[in-house]
């Protein structure tokens, strides 16, 4: 399996991931407005995002086909600290380790190729198999939110994480 660099055609893949409205607000927590999310709507999301910050979005290929994709990006003028976002794997391959590949793979560029010195990322404690996943690849719970996320009826709270060397 190989980390590469984000195509916009990958997001045409990507979409066909979010199959629900819980699956789209666990994955973006809302900042897509729109269910079923366009791969317009993520590429507008992205060069939006890239005008901000340090912006690396990245996809997970086995052989030609695409498998995952991940962002990250440099909140900081210094690069010292990243923050990994909109995780996700194909939905047929869920649950067979594909996830934990797709987060050593952003770990190692993130501190080979952009230096980090900390990795730090936001998951919904709703998202179990999500949590369970950066656990199993050594990031850490550091503090769980007291305000919650609405979603319909549910209450989800917010967990921050960081990436333990």
Known sequence: MRLRKYKKDDAIEIVKWIKTEREKALWSANRYKNFPVTPEDINTEYENTAKVCNFYPMTLTDGNKIVGHIILRNPTEDKSIFRFGYVIVSSSIRGKGYGKTLLLEAIRYAKGK???????????????????????????????????????????????????Y
């Open 114 to 164: 952009l230096g980090a010195k900390k990795i730090t990322l936001g998951v919904f404690m709703e998202n179990e198999s999500a949590v369970k996943c950066y656990e199993a690849v050594g990031f850490k719970i550091v503090d769980v939110g007291k305000e919650t996320f609405k979603f319909k009826d549910e209450k989800w709270s917010f967990a921050e994480m960081e990436y333990q």
